[in-house]
């Protein structure tokens, strides 16, 4: 990890916790904390550890990470972050409208392989489209994020 301190890591590894919680209703617990965890926070650099911790952390999940990305995206309201976001939910709704394409959708298989597909790994690359892109991490997870939402 980049950006995330170790305050970071134990802030994202706790936010399912709660006293009396089961095992189960961690996820709801986290959903539940993130928006506040996320509002509270008006440092721009924190908000890229915070939210990359709780991406590890949380296994990229988009409810989870939802109020930290809103976040993110309102502090740097302008730049790569922002270019991730539209870039990857204009990927996604292209995506969509390929997956619904006869060919491609005997050829990929189903609704889950076609969506986890065009998801980036890499931080620098090329997209199907053609499309270059040279991200770091938050971007990236910014992207798919994106994806995710137009897909």
Same mark, same amino acid.
């Given at each position: 990890?980049?950006?995330?301190?170790?305050?970071?890591?134990?802030?994202?590894?706790?936010?399912?916790?709660?006293?009396?919680?089961?095992?189960?209703?961690?996820?709801?617990?986290?959903?539940?904390?993130?928006?506040?965890?996320?509002?509270?926070?008006?440092?721009?650099?924190?908000?890229?550890?915070?939210?990359?911790?709780?991406?590890?952390?949380?296994?990229?999940?988009?409810?989870?990470?939802?109020?930290?990305?809103?976040?993110?995206?309102?502090?740097?309201?302008?730049?790569? @972050?922002?270019?991730?976001?539209?870039?990857?939910?204009?990927?996604?709704?292209?995506?969509?409208?390929? @997956?619904?394409?006869?060919?491609?959708?005997?050829?990929?298989?189903?609704?889950?392989?076609?969506?986890?597909?065009?998801?980036?790994?890499?931080?620098?690359?090329?997209?199907?489209?053609?499309?270059?892109?040279?991200?770091?991490?938050?971007?990236?997870?910014?992207?798919?994020?994106?994806?995710?939402?137009?897909?």
């Amino acid at each position: 990890m980049r950006y995330a301190t170790p305050k970071d890591i134990d802030r994202a590894a706790t936010l399912g916790e709660h006293k009396g919680a089961t095992h189960s209703s961690k996820w709801a617990i986290a959903r539940g904390k993130a928006s506040t965890m996320a509002n509270a926070i008006t440092d721009k650099k924190k908000i890229l550890g915070r939210l990359e911790a709780v991406a590890d952390k949380w296994n990229n999940d988009s409810t989870i990470l939802e109020p930290f990305i809103h976040k993110c995206l309102n502090l740097y309201p302008e730049g790569m @972050y922002r270019g991730a976001y539209a870039l990857g939910e204009k990927y996604g709704n292209y995506a969509t409208k390929l @997956y619904y394409s006869k060919l491609v959708r005997d050829n990929i298989g189903g609704y889950p392989i076609a969506k986890k597909a065009g998801k980036l790994k890499n931080l620098k690359g090329r997209l199907v489209t053609g499309v270059e892109y040279d991200y770091d991490e938050i971007a990236l997870i910014i992207f798919n994020y994106g994806y995710d939402k137009g897909f």
